[in-house]
């Protein structure tokens, strides 16, 4: 990982950016996005992670956050951990999965060249953090980027009617995941 991609101030709010590898599309099923959304709650709760807004695409997640305390390049590391493996399980375990052999493959060959794994890899390795002013215009506009970010993808009109986004709570309703609006 750069150093230009590091947490480096623990104050700070940052935009990070996650995917997996080779950009597999995995979270076209509910299941799969409902872990990630498992997860972030924990870290939330349990971590110390402030989550101000965040989007789960078809194989990326982008989030803006920041720390009570814990260092947050644990709590990524730590959630990344997890559900890899909570989605790698689902993934083997469901029998209407169609791309279960074509995905797993993909998984452990890109886990084969990499030291650190067992057997699979999902995440690709880094998380690309960037630090943001407190300026409410940089935050604005990383809240809208985040947020259009389906929008774009062509998966709704609206962003607030995308429901693995935190557009629906700054619309004035209650998301999946527990935020602190900006």
Known sequence: ????????????????????????????????????????????????????????????????????????????RDLKRHTSAKVLTAIEDNPKESRKDWMLYLFERAGAKNSHNNMYQFWQQHNQPEELGRESFDIQNVVDYIHHNPVKAGFVNNAEDYSYSSAIDYAGGKGLVNIVLV
Do not use: Q
């Open 1 to 76: 990982m750069s150093r230009n991609y590091k947490f480096h101030n623990p104050l700070g709010i940052y935009f990070v950016s996650f995917a997996t590898i080779n950009w597999i599309d995995v979270f076209t099923r509910r299941i799969y996005k409902d872990i990630v959304v498992d997860s972030i709650n924990y870290c939330i709760k349990e971590k110390e992670l402030i989550v101000y807004a965040w989007v789960i695409m078809s194989n990326h997640v982008h989030m803006l956050v920041a720390t009570k305390g814990n260092p947050l390049e644990n709590t990524f």
